[in-house]
């Protein structure tokens, strides 16, 4: 597997304290409210600290893998993108899914493997190392952001469980719970979203779970307390608050594919020569741009995940 | 009395309605200006200007169900304004999508126009609209006759049919909302096809009373 070389990667230090300073004063305001909103619903009390949404992630390391392109702001990242199981709104998300409670958390890990287990989020996040990965994130609908997040490889937990020859796929599994999740008490998708990888594509170095980004633990906007990152794949396949992941011998029928398979496939890779049939592929508009860029193929990421499709027809493959 | 409720309509009804029309333009452009329209400011613009749109060719079209069942006639002298504002407002739509969403990008207009139904049913209904606001003036009335006035301005129908299939093929999952504009239009264009029965019924009962 190739590794890159950090290219002159790290985003310039003014830019962070800038935003850091930002969002200081923003989260003063913050914990304000929720303090005078703490003490009247106590609800909020048992959760441990440090898996509060807002604090800082410690032992993370900078990665490698890394781009160097302007930072998606944080107030962008977190109040703008599409979770349904809050909201169709993508503006609405942040506010629908204040206070949902992302501890205590388990994910299941079974299926063809010859070790499942089910893993606590804290245990997870203290047995893997953290890194820090800056990543393109492009939107089926043509948007697109460039986030830090904060992860490890899916590759290491999958190797810890130890997929048997029969594990060819990984299906993915979203908390099912539309008392918590009150996107879910309308059927706009078949609950509960399920998403899928090829165990290779699972297993390559780019291939992270999240549990953060920005350097903070992951808002419940944005997949709490757990989510998949594929970055050169749309980010429908980003699947967010994870309580399952089984390998499977058959390929997992995604949600978007189940509900409309003419519009979106099992991989989803980013493809600007393959349009979607109601729109465009082939320009996308980073989120605080005024003119549209060209959207490149496989989301840029080609030289390190073409390989896993050659031979393959991505027109009939998308 | 009858000079009074004239004067009514005029100094009061009729600048209000205008100046309410003209909130969600002003309130757009109040947003836009203090930043306050979140990550993507051009979707957000082309989206609430596609809303009022829909909105108030709605509106028009409720304005002959509204005086039947209220009794208030007046209302009916308030249409052609709100059907220009319908126009403005598609004209806000169409313009923040060439300048602000594609830049003139002609090449992908082109393509959206051929290749997106969605699209193409808007730029439909929107050039169906343009025809419409030109003859609204009460010359224009006089000049095309009652008759045929009538007639060309019976397509509102046809664009508001048009606007609610756009906004249908265009979402992705959640058709919520298109199905609930499409059902307002249904149920206008029921009360439509009812009322005109009635004065069909009640035209052949006056005729047949005639010959005897
Ligand atoms: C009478 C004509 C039209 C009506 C009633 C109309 C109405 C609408 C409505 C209700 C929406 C959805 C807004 C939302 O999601 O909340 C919409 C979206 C949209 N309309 Fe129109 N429209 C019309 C004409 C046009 C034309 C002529 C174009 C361009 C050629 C156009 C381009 C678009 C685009 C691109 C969107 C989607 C925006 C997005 O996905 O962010 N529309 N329109």
């Known amino acids: 597997m190739l590794i890159k070389a950090p290219k002159n990667s790290d985003v310039s230090s003014s830019e962070i304290t800038d935003e850091t300073l930002f969002r200081q004063r923003r989260r003063f305001l913050r914990t304000a409210v929720n303090l005078a909103l703490t003490s009247t619903i106590a609800t909020p009390l048992f959760v441990p600290a440090s898996a509060r949404a807002g604090t800082k992630l410690s032992n993370v390391k900078k990665s490698a893998y890394t781009i160097d392109e302007e930072l998606t702001p944080f107030e962008d990242v977190t109040h703008y993108n599409n979770f349904y199981e809050f909201t169709t709104e993508k503006r609405d998300v942040a506010e629908m899914a204040q206070g949902f409670q992302a501890r205590p958390w388990t994910v299941e890990v079974n299926g063809e493997v010859h070790k499942p287990r089910t893993f606590d989020i804290d245990d997870a996040i203290k047995r893997y190392a953290l890194e820090e990965r800056i990543y393109r994130l492009r939107c089926v609908e043509a948007w697109s952001m460039v986030i830090p997040w904060v992860g490890f490889p899916l590759a290491k937990l999958l190797k810890d469980v130890e997929p048997t020859a029969n594990g060819k796929y990984v299906e993915f599994t979203t908390l099912h719970d539309p008392e918590r999740m009150p996107g879910q008490r309308r059927k706009v998708l078949p609950w509960p979203y399920v998403e899928g990888l090829r165990l290779d594509e699972a297993m390559h170095p780019l291939t992270i779970l999240a549990v953060g980004l920005y350097g903070e633990v992951l808002p419940p906007q944005n997949g709490a307390p757990l989510r998949l990152v594929v970055p050169w794949k749309y980010g429908f396949k980003c699947i967010k608050s994870i309580v399952r992941i089984r390998l499977t011998e058959k390929q997992p029928r995604n949600t978007w594919q189940v509900n409309n398979a003419r519009e979106y496939g099992f991989y989803a890779n980013v493809n600007p020569n393959v349009d979607h049939p109601r729109w465009s592929q082939s320009r996308e508009r980073r989120i605080g741009e005024f003119f549209k860029r060209k959207t490149l193929m496989f989301n840029g990421y080609g030289e390190e995940v073409a390989g896993l499709y050659t031979g393959m027809d991505l027109a009939k493959f998308y | ?212």
């Open chain 2, 1 to 212: 009395m009858a000079m009074n409720s004239e004067l009514w309509l005029r100094r009061i009804v009729k600048p209000t309605v205008f100046f309410v029309s003209l909130l969600p333009a002003t309130l757009l452009t109040w947003y836009a200006l203090t930043d306050q329209l979140g990550a993507n400011p051009i979707e957000e613009i082309v989206r609430t200007s596609g809303d009022w749109t829909l909105r108030f060719l709605l509106i028009t079209l409720a304005i002959t169900p509204t005086r039947r069942l209220s009794g208030f006639h007046w209302i009916a002298r308030l249409r052609r304004m709100i059907g220009l504002f319908a126009f403005f407002y598609a004209c806000l739509h169409f313009l923040s999508y060439l300048v602000l969403d594609q830049f003139f990008a002609w090449g992908e207009i082109l393509k959206d126009i051929l290749k997106r139904p969605f699209i193409t049913v808007g730029l439909v209904s929107f050039v169906m609209l343009v025809p419409l606001a030109v003859t609204s003036t009460n010359k224009m009335m006089k000049r095309l006759g009652g008759k045929r006035w009538q007639r060309l301005h019976q397509s509102v129908y046809i664009i508001a049919c048009g606007g609610v299939l756009h906004y249908l093929w265009m979402v992705k999952a959640d058709i919520r909302d298109p199905i609930i504009y499409g059902s307002i239009l249904i149920l206008l264009l029921s009360h439509r096809a009812w009322s005109k029965r009635k004065e069909e019924a009640v035209r052949r009962r006056r005729a047949h009373s005639a010959t005897i």
